[in-house]
């Protein structure tokens, strides 16, 4: 894949509250299964993913809380789930490395209080340099492969890596974002002693009609 080739040169952090290093788990639903990632990217988290595609049940979204970690691992996880056409869901907090995993999402959806935080690359000390100005480009215009608005481009463009610049109600709109949780059949036939009550006929790739009517509408919201 064409995107995929463009892999970041330097292994770079983009800056984070001190969270718990990602854990990672399976919840079983009625036509797949969603992989929850919880807690900063880190070294080998994408191997990490990656052994979940690699499995018989197919991986049909993934629930997102993360501050965000490793640019370099969390770049190949987004190139992946772009590649498997993988719906991304935030279910709390996304910054960073988290927000471009969300944004490579064959759907995007976001809890109602949900936040998504995006700033510019960062080297090691959290500091801008030539290196990383040239990685934020590299970025930019990756996001724009990926059908990101120019709104939203600037926005991690202009907010240097000390700051954090939350997505606001007009640019989630623009991203097509549905406010709901379209997993929430999954979650709960995960607990439901008979998958028969629950699952119905598969849910179409494209958006359905009853999806519409939710979708996140211009307003003030985030910054």
Known sequence: MRIAGCVLNAVLVL???????????????CFGDVVKLRGDIRDADFVHFRGYLGTERRIVGLDLDSGGGSLYEGFRIAMLVHQKQIATYVSGECDSACAFIFLAGAKRYVAPDAKIGVHSVSNMHGNEDIGTLRDTIKLARLSAKLGVPPSVIGKMVMTPPGRMAYLNREELASLKVVERNPFDRVAHTATSGSKSSICGAEPSKSASEEERPTRITAGSKGS
């Not at 800056?15 to 639903?29: D, H, I, Q």
């Open 15 to 29: 800056m984070s509250t001190n969270r718990l290093a990602m854990e990672f788990s399976r919840v079983s639903g």
